[in-house]
C-alpha cells in the first residue's frame, strides 16, 4: 500500500508538474496571441496612415496642378500684355519720329537763331572787356602822368636849391633827373592807346557792316555807356546805321529772349 501511496504521489507531482509547464505554455501563447494582435492593430494603423498619406498627396498634388495651370494663365496672360506693349512702343516711336521730322526745319532755324543772338552777347561781352581795358589802361596813364610831374617838380625844387646853396650832394645821395624808362613807359602806354583806339574802329566798323541785325539787336550791359558817333562817317557801335533808339534788353532776364 505504501508502496502504491508513493507511486500515486510521484504520478500526482508528475501530473502537477505537466499542469503547470502546460499553463506555462498557456500564458506564452497568450502572449504571442497578444503580441500578434498588437502588431496586427500597427500593421493596420500603418496601412490606415499610409492610406491617409496618399489621399493627402493627391490633394496636393491636385491644388498644385492647379495653381500650375493659373500660374501659366497668368504667363500667357503677361505675354499678350508684352506684346500690346511693344506695338504701342513701337507706334509712339513712330510717332516720335514724324514729330521729330516735322520739326527738324523749325528746330535748325531755332539753333540758329540761338547762335547768332550768342555771337551777339559775344560781341558786346567782348566789345564791355575791350572798353573796361581802355578804361584802365587811361587811368594808368593819368596816374603815370602825374607821378612824372610830380617827379618833374620835385627835381626842379631841388635843382632850385643846389642852385641856390651852390652845394653838391654825394654821388650816392643824388636825385637824378626824370628817368628815360619813364619816358619810354609813357610813350609805350600812348601806343597801347593808339592800338586800343584802332582795334575799336575796325571791330565797330565790322559791325556796323552787319546787315542782319534788325529785330535780334541786344543793347549793352547794364552800367556801360556805348560812345555816340560824332558824324555820319562814325561807327555805329554795333547797331543798325539810321536807327533813333536801339531796343534795350537785359541780358540778366531771359523774359526777353522767349526762344531760349
Not at 567782348?126 to 596813364?141: G, P, V
Not at 547797331?239 to 534788353?249: E, N
Request: charged fraction near 30%.
Amino acid at each position: 500500500m505504501r508502496n502504491a501511496l508513493k507511486e500515486q504521489e510521484k504520478k500526482n507531482e508528475h501530473l502537477e508538474r505537466e499542469l503547470e509547464e502546460r499553463d506555462l505554455e498557456i500564458i506564452r501563447v497568450q502572449m504571442l496571441n497578444d503580441r500578434l494582435h498588437m502588431q496586427t492593430r500597427e500593421v493596420e494603423d500603418i496601412d490606415d496612415r499610409r492610406a491617409q498619406i496618399y489621399f493627402e498627396t493627391l490633394d496636393k498634388l491636385k491644388r498644385y496642378r492647379k495653381h500650375v495651370d493659373n500660374m501659366a494663365y497668368e504667363i500667357s496672360k503677361l505675354r499678350n500684355e508684352k506684346s500690346e506693349l511693344q506695338r504701342y512702343i513701337e507706334t509712339l516711336k513712330t510717332e516720335i519720329f514724324n514729330l521729330n521730322y516735322e520739326r527738324n526745319e523749325e528746330m535748325v532755324q531755332q539753333r540758329h537763331r540761338w547762335a547768332y543772338k550768342n555771337n551777339v552777347l559775344d560781341n558786346q561781352i567782348t566789345f564791355s572787356r575791350n572798353f573796361i581795358d581802355h578804361l584802365q589802361t587811361k587811368a594808368r596813364f593819368e596816374t603815370r602822368q602825374r607821378e612824372i610831374d610830380y617827379l618833374q617838380k620835385v627835381d626842379d625844387l631841388y635843382q632850385g636849391r643846389r642852385n641856390l646853396f651852390n652845394y653838391s650832394p654825394h654821388p650816392e645821395l643824388e636825385i637824378p633827373s626824370t628817368p628815360s624808362s619813364q619816358s619810354e613807359l609813357l610813350t609805350s602806354d600812348f601806343e597801347h592807346l593808339e592800338n586800343f583806339q584802332l582795334l575799336l574802329i575796325d571791330t565797330a566798323s565790322v559791325a556796323s557792316t552787319n546787315n542782319d541785325l534788325k529785330s535780334t539787336d541786344i543793347a549793352p550791359p547794364p552800367g556801360l555807356s556805348l560812345p555816340q558817333p560824332q558824324s555820319s562817317s562814325s561807327v555805329s557801335y554795333f547797331y543798325t546805321p539810321g536807327r533813333q533808339s536801339p531796343p534795350k534788353f537785359d541780358i540778366n532776364n531771359l523774359e526777353d529772349f522767349p526762344e531760349l
